[in-house]
T-cell receptor, first 112, second 112 residues
Framework: EAQVTQNPRYLITVTGKKLTVTCSQN?????MSWYRQDPGLGLRQIYY???????DKGDVPEGYKVSRKEKRNFPLILESPSPNQTSLYFC???????????FGPGTRLTVL | DQQVKQNSPSLSVQEGRISILNCDYT??????FLWYKKYPAEGPTFLIS?????DKNEDGRFTVFLNKSAKHLSLHIVPSQPGDSAVYFC???????????FGTGTRLKVLA
């Protein structure tokens, strides 16, 4: 089944404790992206990647890192999480940057 | 400053009637426009798209209209069904970039 998977689905952590949210797609898509969804703000793009080893900032990249060492994986790294990063995070992928995106099921992160 | 606005946070429509969801944008450099639908506890799913060279695109019950002079995008759902009840996001891409900007979403409720 073609899909985008994210792990974990739920995470509660404390300020400053480094964490990684994994994202994987099995559709051989070139483009991958991370978004956060917050009430009243919709979805905001954090980082995106056009292909392996090619990443760029979205609208809200502060406090996040990403890497794209393999085509299928695009982890989101929070080196020192803070409470304002409490949010619902979505990973997405598309065949190329110009196509519609397929979204993962989301990861709900709470930073205390 | 929000470049993409969905001014109606919610909309209720009777089953069988037309649902019209609206989206306004500020930048004339946007060249690709999409609508996504999101159910609770799921990731967004792609619905329909339109490029800036067109003013209308139809797919079954869903039609997207683009008015470039007014910088206005709308989604028409005819006839509306209870299963259409979801949050709808418009999204845009700026020409020459791989960044996507989403609106804040409109919650549609179709009443049986």
């Amino acid at each position: 089944e073609a899909q985008v998977t994210q792990n974990p689905r739920y995470l509660i952590t404390v300020t400053g404790k480094k964490l990684t949210v994994t994202c994987s797609q099995n559709m051989n898509h070139e483009y991958m992206s991370w978004y956060r969804q917050d009430p009243g703000l919709g979805l905001r793009q954090i980082y995106y990647s056009m292909n392996v080893e090619v990443t760029d900032k979205g609208d809200v990249p502060e406090g996040y890192k990403v890497s794209r060492k393999e085509k299928r994986n695009f982890p989101l790294i929070l080196e020192s999480p803070s409470p304002n990063q409490t949010s619902l995070y979505f990973c997405a992928s598309s065949l190329m940057a110009v196509n519609e995106q397929f979204f993962g099921p989301g990861t709900r992160l709470t930073v205390l | 400053d929000q470049q993409v606005k969905q001014n109606s946070p919610s909309l209720s429509v009777q089953e069988g009637r037309i649902s019209i969801l609206n989206c306004d944008y500020t930048n004339s450099m946007f060249d690709y426009f999409l609508w996504y639908k999101k159910y609770p506890a799921e990731g967004p799913t792609f619905l329909i798209s339109i490029s800036s060279i067109k003013d209308k695109n139809e797919d079954g019950r869903f039609t997207v209209f683009l008015n470039k002079s007014a910088k206005h995008l709308s989604l028409h759902i005819v006839p509306s069904q209870p299963g259409d009840s979801a949050v709808y996001f418009c999204a845009v891409r700026a020409s020459g970039t791989y960044k996507y900007i989403f609106g804040t979403g409109t919650r549609l409720k179709v009443l049986a």
